[in-house]
Structures are given as C-alpha cells and as structure tokens.
C-alpha cells in the first residue's frame, strides 16, 4: 500500500507539472493572441417577448486559437485576470464592440445596445472612464447605445469608490447593469444607492423556474422589487417554451438565452436578424 502511495503520488506530481506547462503555455499564447489579434466578438441578442424586437446585444469574447480551436472566456478570462492582461483584452472588446454596434446602425438602421462585460479589475482602473470616453467619441456610438455590466462581487468591493465611479459613467450617459443578478449574497440596499439601470436575473434561478417554486417565488419577487425601484429586468439563460410562458405571466418580458439564439459572429447575427428568424 505505502508502494501504491508513492507511485500515486509520483503520477499527482506528474500531472501537476503537466498542468503548471500548460498553463504557462496558456499565459504565453495569450499575450501573443493579443499582438495577432486572435480575439472575436460574438454576440447574443436580448428580445423583448412581446414584440419581438431585439432591444440590445452582450458581446462576448472568444478566442480563435491557431491549434485548440475556439476558446471560450470561461477557460481564459481568469487567467488573463492574474496576468493582468485582461485590461488589454477588455478594451480591445469594448472598442469592437462599439464599431459594430455603431456599423449597425449606421448601415442598417439597427438601434440597440451592447452590452460590455467589465471585470473587477478593470472596474478598478482609475483611468476606465476616460477610456470609455474615448473609445465612444473614436467610434462615434452615441453613450446611450451602451451598456456595461458588472456583477454584484465588483459592485459590494469598496461602496464609496463605487458610487462615485459608477456616476462619472452615469454622467458620460452609458447605460449601467447589474449581471448575475441574486448570486452574490450582498445587501440590497445598494439598488437605491448606485445609479444602475437594469437587473440581469442569473440564469441559476430560471434553470428550474418551471419545477422548482423556490426559484419561481424568487425570481417573482425579483420582478416586483424591481418595478418599484424603478429597475429594469432582463432575464438570462432561458432554453425553452415552458420558462418563457412562465416569465410571461409574471410580466418579465426581455430576455436572453438559447431558445432565441446562442451568441454568434457578427455576419451570423445579420443574417438572422436579416431573415427575421429571432422572432
Ligand atoms: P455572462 O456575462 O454571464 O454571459 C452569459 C453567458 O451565458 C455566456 O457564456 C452565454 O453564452 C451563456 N448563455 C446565454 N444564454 C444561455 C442559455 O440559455 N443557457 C446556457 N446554459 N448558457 C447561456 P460565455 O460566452 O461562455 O461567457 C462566460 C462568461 O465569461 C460571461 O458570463 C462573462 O462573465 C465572461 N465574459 C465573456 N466575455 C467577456 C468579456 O469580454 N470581458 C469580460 N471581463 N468577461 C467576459
Ligand atoms: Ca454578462
Ligand atoms: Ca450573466
């Protein structure tokens, strides 16, 4: 058995040294992934159930890396987190994402938002507002058209620095939401403090909306809270006609998730709002 222990052992460090390589191989990448301009965007709308319409898009990261294939953020938004490159990535998002945004309407007449992701780190770059600033005024998208989200985690870190940054942005006429919305455990007396436009209900609660009353009477009650704090909701992860039917009876009426459409490349994204094949 104490032979056994030492050959476990031996394969645990063996596949920790594998794993350390590859995660330094990773970080190595994804600075040259930057350089090469490896990164695309691709985007998701959000529809408002009663009419149909697509009222805003969250532009999401990929990487399309040369031998892996298409990288998803999950697997590398935290790492370019601790290398710190995600500042860099970030910026190259958001600023992608407002030209296309801008190219919409400008060659097709499409007006929506897009939303942006920002991380903690980058919430906390004392430079952010000037950077959307400029990225707004060298992509002509007017600050209306859009929307950053932050989590509930960045939002509960220092609630001075916070308010304060979050009303320069408000200033600037950018839209502010609050993502994975009833994952973060933190007071809610923050809603009427922060000058935040909409709720993203986390897609957690609407996985089981239709078996689970549990998640059902949250959600409901996230609803209500929120038409009286004057707060819009737009609900995440909704894959089929049962959720939707649900949140239509408790009035929640924007949503985002795959019963409409995954994310998909800009081009992707065209044709079916072209086609009319989201409604
Ligand atoms: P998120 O901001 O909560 O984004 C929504 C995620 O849910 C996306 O995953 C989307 O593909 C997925 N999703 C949408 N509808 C459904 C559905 O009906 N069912 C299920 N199961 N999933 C659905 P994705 O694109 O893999 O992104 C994962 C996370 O990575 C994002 O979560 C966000 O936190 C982060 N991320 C993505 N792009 C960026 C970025 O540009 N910057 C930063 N800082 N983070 C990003
Ligand atoms: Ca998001
Ligand atoms: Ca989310």
């Known amino acids: 058995a104490k032979d056994q222990g030492k050959n476990n052992f031996q394969l645990n460090r063996a596949g920790k040294n594998k794993q350390v390589f590859e995660y330094m191989e990773l970080e190595n990448d994804l ?13 998701q709308p959000q529809i408002n159930i009663n009419t149909g319409f697509v009222i805003g898009v969250e532009a999401l ?7 892996r294939g298409l990288v998803s953020p999950a697997q590398f938004i935290p790492l370019a987190e601790e290398t710190g490159l995600i500042a860099q990535i970030s910026e190259w998002v958001m600023r992608e994402a407002c030209r ?7 060659e097709k007449s499409q007006y929506f938002k897009v939303s942006v992701n920002l991380s903690s780190s980058q919430f906390q770059q004392m430079d952010l507002v000037d950077k959307v600033r400029r990225i707004l005024q060298e992509t002509e998208l007017h600050p209306q058209y859009l929307d ?4 509930e985690s960045i939002a509960m870190h220092n609630i001075d620095f916070v308010i304060a940054k979050l009303k320069l942005l408000e200033l600037l006429g950018v839209h502010i939401s609050i993502d994975d919305f009833g994952t973060g455990f933190s007071s809610l007396s923050y809603l009427k403090k922060f000058p ?9 609660f609407i996985q089981d909306i239709t078996t689970d009353p549990d998640d059902a009477s949250i959600v409901t009650a996230i609803r209500w809270m929120a038409r009286s704090l004057n707060l819009d909701v737009v609900v995440e992860g909704v ?36 086609l009319g094949e989201l409604m």
């Open 61 to 67: 990261v990929r990487w399309q890396h040369p031998e």
């Open 31 to 43: 600075r040259k992934a930057l350089e090469r301009e490896q990164f695309v965007v691709y985007y």
């Open 100 to 106: 296309q945004a801008r190219q919409w309407q400008v």
């Open 148 to 151: 950053l989200e932050i989590t």
């Open 239 to 274: 894959e089929t006609h049962e959720q939707l039917e649900f949140l239509r009876t408790i009035d929640c009426d924007k949503v985002q998730g795959y019963f409409y459409c995954k994310p998909v490349p800009a081009r992707e994204f065209e044709r079916l709002v072209t």
């Open 196 to 204: 935040i436009h909409t709720l993203k209900i986390d897609r957690s």
